[in-house]
């Protein structure tokens, strides 16, 4: 992102009229949090690890209940709810931003069903229940809703994806036995077991209504939030980063307002994070002293070695280069025809498929299987947007993949020379050589980046 609304920009003030108002002016209270290392440590594993479960999390639900206030107080002001039980501790967080892009990258719609299915079985278990009893039950269950059931190896994978989901939680937990064998055996001897008391937290928003008679209605309840300023920071703090050309009106005189005030601020410090605020946007970074690990906020690490990565990592470099401005999103943004990005990966994987730490050959093989890859991690990372046009009367419509501002960050390593062309960075006692001179890059848009605590630090 440019530099242009760097910290040195004084924010624009609401106007008022307190000489026309028949109360006095009434002034915001700004909440200020307990600034403390562990809270902030607490809350960024809690985001990203919404459950503790006694035997496993001891020492940190032990320190979750040292820092309950807090910690409280800091969810509060998202509107999570923090659940604290004797073995238990339970985040019950809002949906994710951007929900269709996270669908992308969780469980199958076959895992969620069996996930409820058994969930529902569960409720009427003993305490200890064998594998089989559980899945037998909850095959009654579909039965019950008119769901097919197959006893296929889809099915079985489902089904076990959905029991990892619940032993995950601690909501179905293995005590002994195999859970892979269930794959080649539905009666495996598999022991588990059933904690009646954490089942009601399974669904972190229940809402107000029927999810049986109206999905489509209890869908949008749970997701809908009316208040802007909590629809702000819930996405700086479960989103990679929130772009200006993508926010509504109210969202936007937020982000002009509140987020390095009263609001945002306050809240990034409460997590011990910075605040990284530009003119196309802003985010939250965890500053280098307290990065432990790249999976610390989320599943979705970039860059991180592997072809996706390393191939997604390209293709910025290559849009930065060879994108077009466009009618894109804002100012910052470069466009590629999906058609473009298939070209570009295929040309990438003719130069990196051989030779140690060659790209995997089936995408190598497959441009547009890998193209999937890549969309699906830089859309997660929001680092891409697309849009779809309206195509010709018996035309298939073909996405445009918009590159955010963000993603200038990687644009200037050359990394989208051929492998063959790379060379060894010189050890100190080599002689220098001359450096390959790169394009220069349009000023403004993927421009460096002063402030360098974002990278190499995306969730």
């Not at 339970?90 to 076959?110: E, F, H």
């Not at 530009?278 to 500053?287: K, L, T, Y």
Request: with cysteine; net charge negative; glycine share 8%.
């Amino acid at each position: 992102m440019s530099e242009e609304t760097d910290a040195q920009t004084p924010e624009p003030k609401p106007v008022t009229n307190e000489a026309s108002s028949p109360h006095p002016l009434r002034r915001r209270k700004a909440w200020r949090p307990e600034a403390d290392a562990e809270t902030a440590a607490l809350l960024r594993h809690l985001a990203a690890h919404p459950w503790l479960v006694g035997g496993r999390d001891d020492e940190l639900i032990a320190a979750v209940r040292r820092n309950e206030h807090a910690l409280r107080s800091a969810v509060a002001r998202l509107g999570w709810v923090l659940v604290i039980e004797r073995d238990l501790v339970r985040l019950r967080k809002s949906p994710p931003p951007r929900p269709d892009v996270w669908a992308a990258q969780g469980p199958t719609p076959a895992a969620c069903s069996w996930f409820f299915l058994l969930l529902a079985a569960a409720e009427s278990m003993p305490p200890r229940t064998a594998l089989g009893h559980l899945v037998t039950q909850a095959r009654a269950a579909a039965a019950e809703a008119g769901l097919p059931a197959r006893h296929d190896m889809t099915e079985r994978r489902a089904i076990l994806a959905a029991l990892r989901m619940l032993d995950e939680r601690g909501v179905v937990e293995r005590l002994d036995g195999d859970l892979d064998g269930y794959l080649h055996d539905e009666q495996a001897p598999v022991l588990l077991a059933v904690h009646h008391t954490r089942l009601a937290y399974a669904v972190a928003n229940p809402g107000t209504l029927d999810p049986a008679a109206d999905p489509q209605a209890w869908l949008a309840q749970v997701q809908r939030e009316p208040d802007a300023a909590r629809r702000m920071r819930r996405a700086l703090v479960d989103d990679t980063c929130v772009h200006t050309a993508l926010l509504d009106e109210a969202e936007a005189q937020w982000l002009s307002q509140r987020v390095r005030g009263d609001d945002g601020g306050p809240l990034a410090d409460a997590f011990g994070l910075v605040l990284e605020r530009r003119a196309e946007g802003a985010a939250f970074v965890v500053p280098d002293e307290a990065f432990r690990h790249f999976r610390e906020l989320g599943p979705m690490p970039f860059p991180a070695p592997g072809t996706i990565a390393h191939a997604a990592l390209l293709l910025l470099d290559h849009a930065a280069l060879h994108g077009t401005a466009g009618s894109g999103p804002g100012p910052g943004w470069r466009g590629m025809t999906e058609e473009n990005v298939v070209a570009a990966l295929t040309s990438f994987a003719s130069n990196n498929v051989s030779g140690k730490g060659g790209w995997g050959a089936e995408y190598a093989q497959d441009p547009h299987l890998l193209a999937g890859k890549v969309r699906d991690l830089l859309t997660g990372t929001h680092l891409v947007h697309l849009t779809h046009a309206d195509p010709p009367t018996g035309e298939q419509t073909t996405p445009m993949w918009w590159f955010a501002p963000t993603a200038g960050r990687w644009a200037q390593e050359g990394t989208a020379l051929p492998k063959a062309a790379r060379t060894r960075t010189p050890s100190p006692r080599s002689t220098p050589v001359q450096q390959h001179q790169q394009p220069p890059l349009q000023q403004g848009l993927f421009s460096d980046i002063a402030e360098e605590k974002m990278e190499g630090h995306a969730p």
